[in-house]
């Protein structure tokens, strides 16, 4: 399929606005070992109604971003595949979009600016969408990967109006979309009272991610309204999960129909 210029800002600013609720896969190049095994174990995803993937991780210690990425494009059909980098050489132009991260709950300059500084110039070579999103670490339990790697402190669940301070200064800056993360493999989720806060005070696309390993996770999340959902972890350790919480998110949209 040709890329189209804002083939997903639509994507994310429909479910938004018809409050649908949204899909994104998490791959970590970092865990495939067999880009063989992990096709076959994947190739049907391209019929399904997953709305995004995504790729990218905290750290890559395979050097196979690349070869991922394109193989991930090989099998996603006209689902678009996303870049979401944990440093600016995750970067390829195979993929249609990239999420312009800033690490806007910690004050490392180097994860508010200095990765989009080394980035920006290959990106603008690129034809590749670009999606401003402030990314927000929210977690009061866990030592996680984007904490280790970033070296800042994490949000707390327990102050949700410096979470709302923090998601209305990244869109006072621009940002078209927010992302409230827990971090990779979380044991507990963002908390639904900071999820809501926020939807209500910023009127924007809401990603949540983190810890959403079951189903039940997965509609608080929505519930409490998260417009697009990422689980990464599960699915890696148990594939079938992709199948499940897709038929979540159905069940979610199809019940939205009848009310
Ligand atoms: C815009 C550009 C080019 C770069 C932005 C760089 C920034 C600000 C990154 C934010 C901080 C960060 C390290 C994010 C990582 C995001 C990510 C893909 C996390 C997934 O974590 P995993 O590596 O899967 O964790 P585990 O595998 O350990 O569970
Ligand atoms: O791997 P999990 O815990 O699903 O987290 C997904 C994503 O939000 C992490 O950056
Ligand atoms: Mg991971």
Same mark, same amino acid.
């Given at each position: ?5 804002? @083939?997903?800002? &639509?994507?994310?600013? &429909?479910?938004?606005?018809?409050? /649908?609720? $949204? ?38 210690? @395979? ?6 990425? @394109? ?35 910690? /004050? ?13 110039? /290959? ?47 990244? &869109? ?36 949540? $991610? ?9 509609? /608080? ?27 979540? &998110?159905?069940? @979610? ?7």
């Amino acid at each position: 399929m040709l890329k189209s210029k804002n @083939r997903i800002s &639509k994507i994310l600013q &429909k479910l938004h606005s018809a409050q /649908r609720k $949204g899909l994104a896969w998490l791959i970590d190049p970092d865990k495939i070992a067999c880009l063989k095994a992990f096709q076959d174990t994947f190739d049907w995803v391209a019929e399904s109604d997953l709305d995004l993937i995504f790729v990218g991780g905290s750290q890559l210690g @395979r050097d196979n971003f690349v070869e991922v990425v @394109r193989k991930v494009k090989s099998i996603s059909g006209d689902i678009p595949v996303v870049l979401f980098p944990g440093s600016s050489f995750q970067v390829d132009d195979q993929a249609d979009g990239i999420l312009f991260l800033s690490l806007l709950s910690g /004050r490392n300059p180097e994860y508010l600016i200095g990765q989009q500084v080394q980035a920006a110039p /290959r990106i603008n070579q690129m034809d590749i969408e670009v999606l401003p999103t402030a990314y927000l670490l929210v977690n009061d339990q866990d030592q996680t990967s984007v904490q280790n790697v970033s070296q800042t402190t994490p949000l707390s669940n327990a102050a949700p109006d410096f979470v709302e301070a923090t998601a209305l200064a990244g &869109k006072f800056l621009g940002m078209d979309y927010c992302y409230l993360e827990a971090g990779s493999g979380a044991s507990i989720p963002v908390a639904q009272q900071v999820i809501s806060q926020v939807k209500s005070a910023i009127d924007a696309p809401l990603i949540v $991610g983190g810890g959403i390993d079951t189903v039940d996770k997965a509609n /608080r999340a929505f519930y409490a309204g998260a417009d697009l959902i990422v689980v990464g972890n599960a699915i890696e350790k148990d594939p079938g999960f992709l199948a499940e919480v897709l038929a979540c &998110k159905s069940f @979610r949209n199809a019940s939205l129909n009848v009310n």
